[in-house]
């Protein structure tokens, strides 16, 4: 039986991975900052253990009660929406702190078990904001495109050992908790000096009519983490798919 260790399971894409795997027959290993024993069906296959990308020590103590895994999905994530100049560098650290550099860490934490087995997938969640360059998002791209060529870098890297990493690139998904906790960090602080091109932004928002939804998510994972032929970087969803196929 295959294990998977899924991180920011509390909502959305991780919930909705979670859940696929376990429905699956997979056993899996939930992780979130404050953990819930609600959000997921009860079942001998599902441990549900607390996890902070950013905390060494959390990363360490998680990765040691998880035990052997096959699969590590690193899709802990927060949002950052607003001018360059509306985002102070605490929210530019938080943002690189847990997309990129938490990324890594997890990621080196379970190498050494991959590459002993040589066998193991790293999957990472990132998005198509790294495809296209948007409005207002100047720092969460960065911090998605510096985990894409991390990924690609490290698979060359692994390879020799058997391990394979992989790419799920969402689109957007107002579906999911992501959109409240960017505004919720943006503050509603954007510089007087951005106001007209904010509103234009947000009324764009309004007007899409391709979406991705978590279960896209959850799929793209799915073939990732189980089909050794797929691509590098995999989208996930109606509208990542459309511009993928533009790019």
């Known amino acids: 039986m295959s294990t998977i260790l899924v991180t920011g399971c509390s909502s959305g894409f991780g919930l909705e991975t979670a859940r696929t795997f376990l429905d699956r027959g997979w056993t899996v290993i939930a992780t979130m900052r404050a953990p819930r024993g609600d959000v997921l069906p009860g079942s001998e296959r599902l441990r549900i253990l607390p996890l902070d990308v950013t905390d060494a020590d959390s990363v360490a103590r998680a990765v040691e009660a998880a035990g052997p895994i096959d699969v590590l999905v690193n899709n802990a994530g927060v949002g950052l929406l607003n001018a360059l100049e509306g985002a102070s560098m605490n929210m530019v650290r938080e943002v690189f702190e847990t997309n990129t550099i938490g990324t890594i860490a997890m990621t080196r934490a379970v190498l050494p078990q991959f590459r002993e087995r040589r066998s193991g997938v790293v999957v990472n969640v990132t998005s198509t904001v790294t495809m296209k360059p948007l409005h207002l998002l100047s720092v969460y791209t960065a911090s998605k495109a510096a985990v894409n060529a991390f990924t690609e ?6 390879e020799p050992f058997g391990v394979r990493l992989r790419l799920v690139l969402p689109g957007a ?11 919720a960090r943006m503050g509603m602080n ?27 998510v959850a799929e793209a994972v799915w073939r990732a983490a189980t089909d050794p032929s797929c691509p590098m970087r995999l989208p996930a969803g109606a509208d990542a798919t459309a511009l993928a196929a533009a790019a």
């Open 190 to 216: 954007i510089p007087d000096a951005y106001a007209d091109l904010a509103a234009q932004v947000f009324a764009g928002f309004q007007q899409m009519t391709q979406v991705t939804h978590a279960s896209d």
């Open 153 to 158: 870098s490290l698979a060359l890297e692994m």
């Open 173 to 183: 998904a107002p579906g999911t908790s992501f959109g409240d906790n960017a505004r």
